[in-house]
C-alpha cells in the first residue's frame, strides 16, 4: 500500500486558516488522494479527494503539488467544530487497492 | 436520507462468547468495508465486499473473525471466542461503486463499541 506521511498534531486558532500538509513520496500515477476526517466519538467523514489538479468544496481545498509527492489541505476559516483527526489517504484501481487504509492522521486542535 | 447504520452501538460480552455487528450500507450501495479502531489508532483495514463476495480480506486478524453479505446489501461481522484484546469500535463503511477506479466516496457508520470483559 501507498504510504502518507502527517504530522501527529497541529493547532490553529479559531477564524484563521489552517493548512494541513500530507507527503506521498511513492504515490503511483493513479492513486487519487483523498481526505478525511474523524471528529471524537464519530466514524470518519469524507472530506475531499482529487488527482492531478486543485480541488475545491464547500469543506475545504486541496493543493497537490506538481510532482503529486505532496498534497495540502486548506481549512479556509478554521472553525471549533473542525476539531478532528485529519486522515491523508492514497487510493487507486489497481487491484487490492480499492480499500482506504488508514494511518495516524494530523490532531487538528482549535483555540478559540 | 438513511446513511450507513451499525448495531447495537455499544456491545458488552464475556471473554469466550461469540458476537454479531451489523452493518447497513446506504441503499444501492455496491461496495462495503469493515474497519477496526483501537483507542488513540486510525482505523484498521478488515474486509472489503464487493456485492455479495469477500473482494478483499486481507485485514482480518485470524480465523476468529468472520464477515458474510449473503444479499449484497447488509453485512454481519462476526467474532468468535472473543478475547479482551478483540475490544475496539467496529465501523462499517459503504460506497455506490466497485472502487475500481480510486475516486469514490466512502460513507462511514458510528460505529459498534465492542468491550470485551
Known amino acids: 500500500d501507498a504510504k502518507t506521511t502527517q504530522p501527529n498534531s497541529m493547532e490553529s486558532n479559531e477564524e484563521e486558516p489552517v493548512h494541513l500538509p500530507c507527503n506521498h513520496s511513492?504515490?503511483?500515477?493513479?492513486?487519487?488522494i483523498h481526505w478525511y476526517r474523524q471528529l471524537p466519538s464519530q466514524g470518519p467523514e469524507y472530506v475531499i479527494h482529487?488527482?492531478?489538479s486543485n480541488v475545491n468544496n464547500r469543506m475545504a481545498s486541496l493543493a497537490i503539488a506538481e510532482d503529486r509527492k505532496s498534497s495540502t489541505l486548506i481549512l479556509h476559516r478554521a472553525t471549533l467544530r473542525d476539531a478532528a483527526v485529519y486522515y491523508c489517504?492514497?487510493?487507486?484501481?489497481?487491484?487490492?487497492?480499492?480499500?482506504?487504509?488508514f494511518g495516524q492522521g494530523t490532531r487538528l486542535t482549535i483555540n478559540p | 436520507g438513511a446513511g450507513v447504520s451499525q448495531t447495537p452501538s455499544n456491545k458488552v460480552t464475556e471473554k469466550g462468547k461469540y458476537v454479531e455487528l451489523r452493518c447497513d450500507p446506504i441503499?444501492?450501495?455496491?461496495?462495503l468495508y469493515w474497519y477496526r479502531q483501537s483507542l488513540g489508532q486510525g482505523p484498521e483495514f478488515l474486509i472489503y465486499f464487493q456485492g455479495t463476495g469477500a473482494a478483499d480480506d486481507s485485514g482480518l486478524p485470524n480465523d476468529r473473525f468472520f464477515a458474510v453479505r449473503p444479499e449484497g446489501s447488509v453485512s454481519t461481522l462476526k467474532i468468535q471466542r472473543t478475547e479482551r484484546g478483540d475490544s475496539a469500535v467496529y465501523l462499517c463503511?459503504?460506497?455506490?461503486?466497485?472502487?475500481?477506479?480510486?475516486?469514490?466516496?466512502?460513507?462511514f457508520g458510528q460505529g459498534t463499541r465492542l468491550t470485551v470483559v
Open positions: 482529487g488527482l492531478t
Open positions: 489517504i492514497l487510493r487507486g484501481p489497481i487491484q487490492g487497492a480499492q480499500k482506504l487504509v
Open positions: 441503499s444501492g450501495h455496491t461496495a
Open positions: 511513492t504515490i503511483s500515477g493513479t492513486d487519487y
Open positions: 463503511a459503504s460506497s455506490d461503486a466497485p472502487g475500481y477506479r480510486g475516486n469514490t466516496e466512502a460513507f
